[in-house]
């Protein structure tokens, strides 16, 4: 079955430090681009980053340009968000999504998701 | 690229013909996606490329438009169907979603 399953999220004051990972399985990871999408609490669909299959190309939203860092282990068939200088608004549900065969064709598997928060 | 959708919420009834839009402040050609979230649930791809299905997506889900209008139409509500639905265009970084449309029972 292919499947991806996000873990690392937790509670972090302001000014802090988390590092998200979506573990793959199922499908040959190095193969497909991914992608990390947030949720705030209550809102819509917030697109934060996506990492090309190879890992040589990582795009950004501009909310978190500079502040995150996505990156992935093929050998270990995980993906990575690095979030530093987390701010309240980046408090939300991140989803890790795999792209379908082409990136344009959208986002055809998501875990459910790992719950950040960010207070004092 | 900014994509609005409308309406933001609808209310229909089982059985109904209902159709969402979203309009691309640019021209994205079909890299156009449609999305459908249920509460507590991760999104689920439904459409892609404007009009293709998703493989083991119901066929009364249909999706079309190219440039910056599309729309996506049920053709027969089903009680499953009530949910949000999103659309996210795939043209260019970064890749937006719209606002969602929050599809309720009449």
């Known amino acids: 079955e292919v499947q991806v399953l996000e873990s690392g999220g937790g509670l972090v004051q302001p000014g802090g430090s988390l590092r998200l990972s979506c573990a793959a399985s199922g499908f040959t990871f190095g193969n497909y681009a991914m992608t990390w999408v947030r949720q705030a609490p209550g809102k819509g669909l917030e697109w934060v980053s996506s990492i090309s299959g190879s890992g040589d190309s990582t795009h950004y939203a501009d909310s978190v340009k500079g502040r995150f860092i996505v990156s992935r282990d093929s050998f270990k068939s995980t993906l990575f968000l690095q979030m530093n200088s987390l701010r309240a608004e980046d408090t939300a549900l991140y989803y890790c999504?795999?792209?379908?065969?082409?990136?344009?064709?959208?986002?055809?598997?998501w875990g459910q998701g790992t719950t950040v928060t960010v207070s004092s | 690229i900014q994509l609005t959708q409308s309406p933001s919420s609808l209310s229909a009834s089982v059985g109904d013909r209902v159709t969402i839009t979203c309009r691309a402040s640019q021209d994205i050609s079909t890299y156009l996606a449609w999305y459908q979230q249920k509460p507590g649930k991760a999104p689920n791809l439904l459409i892609y490329?404007?009009?293709t299905l998703q493989s083991g997506v119901p066929s009364r889900f249909s999706g079309s438009g190219s440039g910056t209008d599309f729309t996506l139409t049920i053709s027969s509500l089903q009680p499953e169907d009530f949910a949000t639905y999103y659309c996210?265009?795939?043209?260019?970084?970064?890749?937006?979603f719209g606002q969602g449309t929050k599809l309720e029972i009449k």
């Open positions: 999504a795999k792209y379908s065969t082409i990136y344009y064709n959208g986002m055809d598997v």
């Open positions: 996210q265009q795939l043209d260019r970084y970064p890749c937006t």
């Open positions: 490329t404007a009009s």
